[in-house]
T-cell receptor, first 116, second 117 residues
Framework: DADVTQTPRNRITKTGKRIMLECSQTKGHDRMYWYRQDPGLGLRLIYYSFDVKDINKGEISDGYSVSRQAQAKFSLSLESAIPNQTALYFC???????????????FGPGTRLTVL | AQKVTQAQTEISVVEKEDVTLDCVYETRDTTYYLFWYKQPPSGELVFLIRRNSFDEQNEISGRYSWNFQKSTSSFNFTITASQVVDSAVYFCALSDDSGGGADGLTFGKGTHLIIQP
């Protein structure tokens, strides 16, 4: 089974709808991240979380919110989706259960979101 | 602010040729980490290498090699004897170590590598 899973893998929605993307991990990592990828722009950080009680905005947080329901779960919400939020969204985790370097990130398979 | 530049948007070579992907970074931190990720057509992100700022030794892993030069703020990636399966988008990324590096990776825009048979 995959260590970092994302649901759904693909989603098509309409402008104005509320959308939630979910991420779960079995790696025991404390830190989790949400990125979006747009063609030709690479990946950009939306939000990140150090632990359940610590959530931080990334480079492009406007129009998004997150929830860290548990150490293993980190959800991304689009309260009112708009077409320019059409992108590939990645969840990532970092950290080791016993401590140590926190910089290597492990990515989920991605969620392709289309907003019409 | 951190910045990663991958000036080559797309590179196309014939199979078995050697190819180098360039990465130039900017950071004010003395402690930082550099990464390369591969994104094949299937879309997942595959971790290739991590290098910290105190280790300037070049690294070789099979047909892959990395050249880290702090003097030019570059971390270039070379594929020797390229194969069609190497076709992918390759991302260079940077993370500093303040707060344990928990503030995410800064990615370059990626280089699309096409290996023609």
């Amino acid at each position: 089974d995959a260590d970092v899973t994302q649901t759904p893998r693909n989603r098509i929605t309409k402008t104005g709808k509320r959308i939630m993307l979910e991420c779960s991990q079995t790696k025991g990592h404390d830190r989790m991240y949400w990125y979006r990828q747009d063609p030709g722009l690479g990946l950009r950080l939306i939000y990140y979380s150090f632990d359940v009680k610590d959530i931080n905005k990334g480079e492009i947080s406007d129009g998004y919110s997150v929830s860290r329901q548990a150490q293993a779960k980190f959800s991304l919400s689009l309260e009112s989706a708009i077409p320019n939020q059409t992108a590939l969204y990645f969840c990532a985790t970092s950290g080791t259960p016993a401590g140590g370097p926190h910089n290597e990130q492990f990515f989920g398979p991605g969620t392709r979101l289309t907003v019409l | 602010a951190q910045k990663v530049t991958q000036a080559q948007t797309e590179i196309s070579v014939v199979e078995k040729e050697d190819v180098t992907l360039d990465c130039v970074y900017e950071t004010r931190d003395t402690t930082y980490y550099l990464f390369w990720y591969k994104q094949p057509p299937s879309g997942e992100l595959v971790f290739l290498i991590r290098r910290n700022s105190f280790d300037e030794q070049n690294e070789i892993s099979g047909r892959y090699s990395w050249n880290f030069q702090k003097s030019t703020s570059s971390f270039n990636f070379t594929i020797t004897a390229s194969q069609v399966v190497d076709s992918a988008v390759y991302f260079c990324a940077l993370s500093d170590d303040s707060g344990g590096g928990a503030d995410g990776l800064t990615f370059g825009k990626g280089t699309h590598l096409i290996i023609q048979p």
